[in-house]
């Protein structure tokens, strides 16, 4: 089981960038997919983007254009730059790993962080 942690929330104003960090134990992180996720009140976890081992990324289409996901394996640690924040970005975001198709379904992940909140101010 892998440890995670987030980092790099906070309150911003639209139009705004903030960098989310997610750090991760162990030596399964280089060759599993990563995902970041995000949930806001009264609604369901979704994700945003994902990365394969290979460093492939996928986002979802709220957020194309606006964020960037990538990962440093040698660090143990995948990032998310997001651009561009509107407020309907505000949620706590969270971060998997696993292998791919766990990750893009949600399903079958026994590792998540504790999340870290993204406020976007209108």
């Known amino acids: 089981q892998v440890h995670l942690v987030e980092s790099g929330g906070g309150l911003v104003q639209a139009g705004g960038s903030l960098r989310l960090s997610c750090a991760a134990s162990?030596?399964?992180?280089?060759?599993?997919?990563v995902g970041w996720y995000r949930q806001a009140p009264g609604k369901q976890r979704e994700l945003v983007a994902a990365i394969t081992s290979g460093g492939s990324p996928n986002y979802a289409d709220s957020v194309k254009g606006r964020f960037t996901i990538s990962r440093e394996n040698a660090k143990n640690t995948a990032y998310l730059q997001m651009n561009s924040l509107k407020p309907e970005d505000t949620a706590v975001y969270y971060c998997?790993?696993?292998?791919?198709?766990?990750?893009?379904?949600?399903?079958?992940?026994?590792?998540w962080g504790q999340g870290t909140q993204v406020t976007v101010s209108s």
């Open positions: 998997a790993v696993g292998p791919l198709v766990a990750v893009v379904t949600g399903s079958g992940l026994t590792s």
């Open positions: 162990g030596s399964i992180f280089s060759i599993n997919a």
